[in-house]
């Protein structure tokens, strides 16, 4: 095995252990700002609190990834990250626990810019899409086991022990992360650093093709944040319990884990928007579908078909991103790639919840699909322009 192939291996996990101190904590964080006196609007400005420091730092963190390298920042943001999950051990109030999720946002901005950089710059020229998939399936990973893990642990154990756990394994991250040697051109001169701006991230956004990997992954966190609110409550009217929300959930992260692999296999052979598209459609006919299920397991069908979509979508859209910036823009890139997952989640959930609470349930996840619509359009105009250029050539 090749150093290369061993840091992206290492990185995949650092990702893993990077990002499952987050989802470990959403299942239980409104609980626990209950539990310390919080009332409903508190719980929300808690809970929402991480997701705006975390926009914020994952620009200024992708900056500063271009002019100085990827390993301190991101060794900085997950011991940041470990004091983070400590100190909520020691929240007596809510506004405690307030001060420490806007810190952990911030700490935990760093993560996502810096390892998505380290997994285009150690990707080999042909084997993009596969890199990407590794880093994928990393956040796949951590979100199945992060749901699953955090309310069993603090059901069973106590919040102050899931706190301890979490510390612990993103101390572990930041030792192997100090492992990773940076290659001699990860640290960008002065002189070649792009001067960032407002005009310089509008520019990244309205990128040909860039512009492609930008809004089509805020449309898969965007549906992914509507679907994990009404899900349950859809559940529900059919007569069955969270115990289902659960399977559903798990059906959905293991297809979108195991087929990225595959997915990223088929961008680098056959480019990234057949395979963008493909798993764009396969995304919009599943949320079609989904609230038209009558059973659980017509619903375990259609919640495969969305993870198969998924799986196939997010390493083609990922090595979009790589394929069209330059090495000294890897860090702002990724960080907007990043600001747009987080931002996605954060908005889609509440938008969907308020369309569902005027028009129902069923309704509010009928349109979720609409959010797709100008991402499979910009995919086939430029996957009609690729071939339109091949014709001419």
Same mark, same amino acid.
């Given at each position: 095995?090749?150093?290369?192939? &061993? ?22 964080? @409104?609980?626990?700002?209950? %539990?310390?006196? #919080? ?27 271009? &002019?100085?390298?990827?390993? @301190?920042?991101?060794?900085? $943001? *997950? ?22 999720? @806007? ?21 080999? +020229? ?11 399936? #990393? ?9 699953? /893990?955090?309310?069993?642990? /603090?059901?069973?154990?106590?919040? +102050?022990? *899931? ?7 993103? !101390?572990? $991250? @930041?030792?192997? /992360?100090?492992?990773?040697? +940076? ?27 860039? %512009? ?9 966190? !965007? ?49 990234? *928007? ?32 969305? $993870? ?24 702002? #890139? ?10 996605? =989640? /954060? ?9 569902? %609470?005027?028009? $129902? ?15 499979? =359009? ?9 071939? #339109?250029? &091949?014709?001419?050539?």
């Amino acid at each position: 095995m090749s150093l290369r192939q &061993k840091i992206i291996q290492l990185n995949s996990i650092i990702t893993f252990i990077g990002f499952l101190d987050t989802h470990l904590l959403i299942p239980i964080i @409104a609980l626990y700002a209950t %539990s310390l006196g #919080a009332n409903i609007g508190t719980v929300g400005l808690i809970v929402g609190l991480y997701s705006v420091t975390n926009i914020i730092t994952n620009i200024l963190g992708g900056r500063w990834i271009d &002019k100085l390298g990827y390993k @301190a920042p991101l060794i900085l $943001g *997950l011991c940041g990250d470990a004091i983070a999950m400590f100190l909520y051990t020691l929240c007596q109030a809510p506004w405690h626990l307030a001060l420490v999720r @806007a810190f952990h946002g911030f700490s935990g901005g760093l993560v996502g810019p810096a390892t998505m950089s380290i997994m285009a710059k150690y990707a080999q +020229p042909q084997g993009k899409g596969r890199a990407m998939s590794f880093y994928g399936i #990393a956040l796949a990973a951590s979100t199945l086991i992060g749901y699953g /893990a955090g309310g069993a642990i /603090a059901s069973h154990l106590g919040y +102050p022990f *899931l706190f301890y756990i979490g510390s612990a394994l993103l !101390f572990v $991250g @930041a030792i192997l /992360a100090s492992i990773i040697s +940076p290659p001699k051109t990860s640290i960008v001169s002065e002189r070649k650093t792009p001067s960032y701006n407002l005009k310089h991230i509008v520019g990244l956004l309205t990128r040909n093709k860039l %512009s492609t990997s930008y809004v089509s992954v805020f449309a898969q966190y !965007f549906s992914f944040g509507g679907v994990v609110a009404l899900l349950p409550l859809y559940i529900s009217t059919l007569g069955m319990e969270a115990f289902h929300v659960g399977i559903l959930l798990a059906i959905f992260s293991l297809l979108f884990i195991i087929v990225q692999f595959l997915g990223g296999r088929v961008s680098d052979r056959k480019g990234r *928007l057949t395979p963008a598209a493909i798993g764009l459609g396969l995304g919009m006919i599943a949320l079609i579908l989904m609230p038209l299920s009558p059973n659980f397991t017509t619903l375990v069908i259609v919640m495969a078909l969305y $993870g198969i979509g998924y799986g196939v979508l997010f390493p083609s859209i990922s090595a979009l991103l790589v394929d069209y910036t330059s090495p000294e823009e890897y860090g702002i #890139a990724t960080g907007v790639f990043h600001a747009l997952i987080t931002v996605g =989640v /954060a908005v889609g959930a509440p938008i969907i919840g308020w369309i569902a %609470s005027s028009t $129902g349930v069923r309704i509010g996840l009928t349109i979720i699909f609409i959010i797709f619509i100008p991402a499979l =359009v910009m995919t086939l105009i430029n996957l009609r322009e690729k071939s #339109a250029n &091949k014709i001419a050539s």
